[in-house]
């Protein structure tokens, strides 16, 4: 899974039906949605100690990166499967799906402390990746997530939730691709070393998505050019924190 070299390795089951009497915040329908979905939860690895230090203050309580691989019976219930998942564990959680039919896709999450309840945390930035397949034409994806996303590649190892957001940053950056100028190029930078760099980028991210969202829903022409102009001064922000952080 994404390189996560074997000295992390944790391989254990986590029986179904317990991880669903402890999701108390679903509904009835929900459970029944989850377990129907779901064949299988393994963990695969715990990702701790040193090299990437845990981080606990005002903000965060991370002490691991929890690694799942779960058994799908249709790719199609990955998103709404993996927001349970990673709103139900309260550590940062890289969640592998899998189905009998070769698909395989990534679910990542921010989490910090709730600020009501310090005992909870909050996933307050879901993302997930594409769906990978045998296909051809899923190959060269793929390879564009393994050459970005793998243990190795990742710069941030100044604590948990800089490591765990970097590989969440650049999937959505991949997975956005179409609508983020540049892309490549944002994978490339050096701003990952930065935990507030990335976070900006991010916002700006969200913010591009929200405008394009918007454009669809623009009927009048100064409307639209209007956006455009939003999006320019955007994609201008995006350029000078990654040249900030590069100079």
Known sequence: MLGIPDRYRRESELPKKDFIKRATMLTASE???FSSAVTNLRLKYIIAGAEIPPLINNHYNSRVLQCLE?????????????????????EHAIVKFVTI????????????LNQNDNEQTVADYITHSPVFTASILCSDLQAVFEKHIIFDKILNHAH???FNFEILLKTEIITQAGIIPHANGLLQAKYYY???????VAGLIAEIK????????ELTT???ARLNSNLKKIYTKLQ???KMEEA
């Open 222 to 224: 100064a409307g639209k």
């Open 194 to 200: 930065d935990y507030d760099s990335m976070l900006t």
């Open 31 to 33: 459970r029944k949605k």
């Open 210 to 217: 929200a405008t394009e969202k918007q454009k669809t829903k």
């Open 101 to 112: 039919q070769r698909e395989s896709a990534y679910c990542f999450a921010r989490k910090r």
């Open 160 to 162: 948990i939730p800089a």
């Open 70 to 90: 779960v058994n799908l019976t249709d790719i199609r219930q990955r998103q709404f499967c993996g927001e349970i998942l990673q709103r139900q564990i309260k």
């Open 240 to 242: 000078f924190v990654t």
